[in-house]
């Protein structure tokens, strides 16, 4: 089983195959614009909140921005403590296989 | 008497027709029995309907509620698409097991009484396990065990305390308790087993990813949905459940990140999303209640659906790991939007089913002042999106270009992942739909400006804080340790430590024993000789040749001795 999914994975490289135009979403010039829109969804999402009040529950939530400060802090926070987590926790694929089979 | 056949009986029957039928009437059987199960459920009145004598208890296989035909409903629903999903592709049985693992959750959706519960929810631990060997590997059939065994140990510590509930009180009836003693915590316990809370989650994760492409989206939708609706049912209000579902949300979330097998990021998402729910039931408030009936609905449909995504990817490419897939949105498209709209959906995109259901249980937190656990269920909140609402169409679909170049969905999976897709935005567009079938009334409006800026900036960012962090979520082809380490590992490294321990031990024992045994042989050959002295060898003291002479002696001996004692007696 797994043999038989490296020999198939050996036998796709990477990347377009030769003589294939890359996707337009992959293009570099795409990626470039799409993050252009995304900045400016996201400058409209935080100015969007001088047009609507936000009524937050307890005060603090209905700070200007408040939402977009404490979803982009509580990510980084979260991917960061997976990461110092996954310092101690991860093992290589065939942890469990290796041991089950002896 | 009835006038009908119970619901959950229908979807038995069918699933027992599953095997004998061929062809296309196999396909009916699969596909109808599921409708014909949902015109069953809406028959179904509030209160009891069927009481049947046993030993001394009566039984109420059927009850009838509006949260109960609720989760009958989406179970039903669930059993349809999946079967639409797979019927073409999957083997006979794990259709047929599918059918009558979905009979149990709809049985236990209209158990009236605890005996009828437990039966139907060893029917599911039953089938489901059937649905996961179906996974066909050396793998699949490993994790299936260790999946039997997690929840045949649930089922007996729920009986243990069913059994007790039924002798401290005399009462078998499904009503909401509170964990106070031995009996009811033994009974929580059981169910949290099944809804995949700590300290024993692994079980889901280890168990669902090594199912059949197939097989796994019926196994995304029951277990544990039915796990909240007893919780509903007899636990709303119970404190305890605040906390396991506040760490449930958080696992699920950081498990997520750190994974790498796309069917296994959704799992951990399961564990997450039912943590909401948990949560909720925690809270206990109508508001609350409403809110985790109706995320547990919306959730079975986008969660199958992003099950079905990822099952298509598999299925097409053979592969189940973000390391080995990426770029696929060029020659799968459907699968991709698909998979995208369900990865909206959970992450609680407005105009998704998410935000209206998801949104219900934020209010119920805010309503009671709970402001720890709102805001820990809003950064949970942006981190559904950061570990399932960007991560798995992202490594799956764009990331980068793998090479591969697979078909788009057969036509049956597009169309069940197209059906699912639209479940998904009519509920986010209407959710007056879904509303009007929770279990109390509402009065709460999801759409206010307000609250969609706040769930916008808080998603939008969440996206920025995912591409900001990219180098950091660099897959590697690891697996994360969880507590199933302890019986996976830890147990058989003391089981084999206990092994060469006794080895050790007998090793000696049996040197202490041959020795003896060696000794004792000596002697008793030294009396009585070998097996077979013949051959000239030395013969045991009793099986000497005496000399006629000796004999005399000893003849005379004993005859003065005879004498002797005549005499002086």
Redesign the interface.
């Known amino acids: 089983?797994n043999m038989e999914?490296e020999k198939?994975?050996n036998s796709?490289?990477?990347?377009?195959?030769p003589g294939e135009s890359?996707?337009w979403?992959?293009r570099p010039a795409t990626i470039r614009l799409l993050w252009r829109v995304?900045t400016v969804?996201?400058v409209l999402?935080?100015s969007?909140?001088l047009l609507?009040?936000?009524?937050?529950?307890?005060g603090v939530?209905?700070w200007l921005?408040?939402?977009?400060?404490?979803?982009?802090l509580?990510?980084?926070l979260?991917?960061?403590?997976?990461?110092f987590?996954?310092r101690?926790?991860?093992?290589?694929?065939n942890?469990?296989?290796v041991?089950?089979n002896d | 008497m009835i006038e009908f056949l119970p619901p959950a009986l229908i979807m038995l029957l069918g699933a027992m027709l599953v095997g004998p039928t061929r062809g296309a009437w196999r396909t009916a059987v699969v596909l109808l029995t599921p409708l014909l199960t949902l015109i069953a459920i809406w028959q179904v009145p509030d209160g009891v309907v069927m009481t049947i004598a046993f030993l001394e208890y009566p039984i109420e296989p059927l009850e009838g509620s509006p949260v109960r035909r609720l989760f009958a409903t989406i179970f039903a629903i669930m059993a349809f698409g999946g079967g639409l999903f797979a019927y073409r592709h999957a083997k006979w049985y794990e259709l047929a097991a599918a059918l009558a693992y979905a009979a149990g959750a709809i049985g236990v959706s209209f158990a009236g009484d605890l005996i009828s519960l437990f039966l139907f929810w060893e029917l599911m631990a039953l089938f489901s396990t059937v649905v996961v060997w179906c996974g066909g590997?050396?793998?699949a059939r490993?994790a299936g065990i260790r999946y039997a065994i997690m929840h045949l140990i649930g089922g007996v510590i729920l009986k243990v305390g069913i059994e007790g509930v039924m002798v401290h009180t005399g009462s078998i009836e499904v009503q909401p308790m509170l964990a106070t003693n031995f009996d009811t915590w033994m009974i929580l316990i059981g169910i949290l087993i099944n809804a995949a809370a700590p300290p024993i989650s692994a079980w889901l994760s280890d168990a669902y990813p090594e199912s059949s492409p197939t097989g796994s989206v019926f196994l995304s939708a029951f277990t544990t949905k039915t796990a909240v609706l007893a919780l509903i049912l007899l636990f709303p209000g119970e404190p305890v459940l605040i906390g396991v579902g506040l760490y449930m949300v958080m696992y699920g979330?950081?498990y997520a990140?750190?994974e790498?097998d796309v069917r296994r990021i959704l799992a951990f998402s399961i564990v997450n999303q039912v943590g909401f729910m948990v949560c909720a039931v925690g809270i206990g408030t109508q508001m609350a209640i409403n809110g985790a009936a109706a995320h547990a609905f919306a959730h079975i449909i986008y969660k199958a659906l992003l099950f079905m995504s990822a099952g298509v990817v598999v299925y097409r490419t053979?592969?189940n790991k973000c390391t080995?897939v990426?770029?696929l949105?060029?020659t799968m498209p459907l699968t991709a939007v698909c998979g995208i709209v369900g990865a909206l959906a959970i992450s609680g995109f407005p105009l998704t089913s998410g935000f209206t259901t998801k949104t219900l249980i934020s209010q119920a937190a805010?309503d009671q002042g709970l402001?720890a656990v709102?805001?820990m269920l809003?950064?949970a909140s942006?981190?559904v999106f950061?570990h399932a609402g960007i991560k798995f169409p992202w490594f799956v679909f764009?990331q980068?270009?793998?090479?591969?170049?697979p078909k788009d969905a057969p036509w049956n999976m597009g169309l069940a992942m197209v059906l699912f897709s639209l479940l998904c935005v009519l509920f986010g567009v209407a959710p007056e739909l879904l509303y009007r079938f929770l279990p109390y009334p509402v009065d709460y409006q999801p759409y206010?400006?307000?609250?969609v800026?706040?769930?916008?900036?808080?998603?939008?960012?969440?996206?920025?804080?995912?591409f900001l962090?990219l180098p950091?979520?660099r897959r590697?082809?690891?697996?994360?340790?969880?507590t199933d380490w302890i019986w996976?590992?830890g147990l058989?490294h003391l089981w084999q430590y206990g092994e060469s321990l006794t080895g050790r031990a007998s090793g000696s024992l049996s040197a202490l024993w041959g020795g003896l045994l060696a000794r004792m042989t000596a002697r008793v050959n030294y009396f009585f000789g070998g097996e077979d002295s013949r051959d000239g060898t030395p013969r045991g003291v009793f099986a000497r040749a005496w000399p006629i002479g000796t004999t005399a002696i000893w003849i005379a001996l004993l005859l003065t001795a005879y004498v002797t004692f005549y005499y002086v007696g």
């Not at chain 1, 921005?65 to 982009?72: E, Q, T």
């Not at chain 2, 590697?476 to 969880?482: G, K, P, R």
């Open positions: 089983m999914t198939s994975r796709v490289s990477p990347g377009p195959p890359d996707a979403l992959a995304f969804v996201l999402s935080v969007v909140q609507f009040r936000v009524k937050g529950y307890f939530d209905g921005g408040f939402g977009a400060l404490y979803g982009f509580s990510c980084v979260m991917v960061l403590f997976a990461k987590l996954g101690f926790l991860k093992r290589g694929e942890y469990h296989r041991d089950e | 590997t050396p793998a490993a979330i950081i990140l750190l790498n053979g592969f080995e990426g770029g949105f060029r805010a402001v709102y805001f809003a950064a942006a981190g950061l764009f980068r270009d793998s090479g591969l170049r206010s400006p307000g609250k800026v706040f769930y916008l900036q808080l998603l939008l960012f969440s996206g920025l804080a995912f962090l950091l979520m590697t082809n690891t697996i994360t340790l969880d996976r590992v058989r």
